[in-house]
């Protein structure tokens, strides 16, 4: 069940990152559709918690607030690569953070890294590897990228998995709900206190993208605090690799974004790590 929360998650944040793309192309500013996912976030995660009947603060408030900050600047890297780079590149530089939570699992949750994650995470990391092709392993790279926005990948990566780990700590005592809802809670005051002056009027599509956004972010987060509550932070977060495949599949067909030999060859290295990972359990 882990695994299905987790495959859920995963599209639901691919389908979110066009969108992101989407807006970014119609003059949107990457902290104005922060602001925008969060406002979105926080009106459902409050009805959400209200339907449910239970307390919006919970129970451990210091570690709500920092999976919120942790959570929150995160996604502002992530955005920032998305923005700056094709969706596959972005998608697959993001997704080191499987690798970065097992680790944090490990030190902090004492969670055992099992053989079948291991096979998974190096399975899913050559992949990475043959998609981005850096220059010391490739020679010459075929895209250049901004250092900058290939910095901000792997910080929001980093980040992403801090924020996994404070997850799977959080759901010993909290609500999934409430757990979603201190994201934008503190995501939508420091996108716009940084945005300042540089709001724009979004007009025509760029409402709608913005809009989907939202919608398709709280999808990502609902499978990804469910995944979290049934599976091991490490076994779940390696499955969520699918993402890669769905970005190098949406990229392709909405950007014209052609995956070449070396994005398909990764490709198939990353179906192979998630196999591993659902089907083998020692």
């Known amino acids: 069940m882990g695994m299905r929360y987790m495959m859920l998650s995963a599209f639901g944040f691919s389908i979110m990152a066009v969108c992101v793309k989407f807006a970014s192309g119609q003059g949107i500013p990457v902290l104005e559709i922060v602001a925008a996912r969060a406002f979105v976030s926080l009106f459902l995660s409050y009805i959400d918690v209200r339907r449910k009947g239970i307390s919006l603060l919970g129970r451990k408030k210091l570690l709500l607030l920092s999976r919120g900050t942790v959570g929150a600047l995160a996604l502002m890297c992530v955005y920032y690569a998305i923005t700056h780079m094709p969706l596959a590149e972005a998608t697959v530089l993001q997704y080191l953070h499987p690798m970065f939570t097992a680790i944090l699992a490990l030190m902090f949750l004492k969670e055992r890294i099992h053989v079948s994650v291991m096979l998974s995470i190096i399975f899913s990391f050559i992949g990475l590897l043959f998609i981005a092709r850096p220059a010391l392993l490739f020679g010459v790279a075929?895209?250049?990228?901004?250092?900058?926005?290939?910095?901000?990948?792997?910080?929001?990566?980093?980040?992403?998995a801090v924020a996994y780990v404070l997850v799977r700590k959080l759901n010993e005592t909290e609500d999934a709900s409430v757990i979603i809802f201190y994201f934008p809670l503190i995501a939508?005051?420091?996108?716009?206190?940084?945005?300042?002056?540089?709001?724009?009027?979004?007009?025509?599509?760029?409402?709608?993208?913005?809009?989907?956004?939202?919608?398709?972010?709280?999808?990502?987060?609902i499978g990804l605090t469910k995944a979290m509550k049934t599976e091991t932070a490490g076994r779940a977060t390696a499955f969520s690799y699918l993402q890669v495949i769905f970005a190098v599949l949406l990229g392709w067909m909405i950007f014209d974004e052609i995956p070449d030999i070396w994005v398909s060859l990764g490709g198939g290295f990353i179906l192979v790590g998630a196999i591993i990972n659902a089907f083998c359990k020692r």
Not at 194 to 221: C, E, H, R
């Open 142 to 160: 075929e895209d250049e990228f901004s250092y900058i926005a290939m910095g901000a990948a792997i910080l929001g990566a980093f980040g992403s």
């Open 188 to 221: 939508l005051p420091v996108s716009l206190s940084l945005l300042g002056n540089d709001f724009v009027m979004p007009t025509g599509w760029a409402w709608g993208s913005l809009l989907m956004v939202g919608i398709f972010t709280q999808v990502g987060q």
